[in-house]
């Protein structure tokens, strides 16, 4: 079991931690987690001083789709890295829906096609 502020190591750069340094303070609380780094999936963060959980922040690569085992959105974190992970974050999203949208438009299903 994980439960604290603890220093997490970013392995790996990733648009969701632009502009964080290599180590970052964030919280966790959990007793299960990720063994391993599924086949699709590399590994972001990993555990710093103190903790035990080498898979912090997985991400599908090639995909914006990530699993996370702390929690960057609790009041205990540091609110700047909480903000500008979550900021990041939300940016990936929004990038991905336009560049989903711009795709649909220019390959519209067959059943909207007139």
Known sequence: ME??????????????FVG????????????????????GWHRLVTNGPGSI?????LRVDDCPIYAAQFHMETYESKVDTSRRIISNFLQIARE????QAQKRRRNPPENQIR
Do not use: W
Not at 96 to 99: F, P, R
């Open 3 to 16: 439960r604290g502020k603890f220093q997490m190591k970013i392995e790996r750069p990733d648009p969701a």
């Open 20 to 39: 964080q340094p290599d180590v970052i303070e964030i919280v966790e609380s959990h007793i299960g987690q990720i063994n391993h780094v599924p086949k």
């Open 53 to 57: 959980t080498v898979n912090q922040c």
């Open 96 to 99: 991905c829906n336009l560049d």
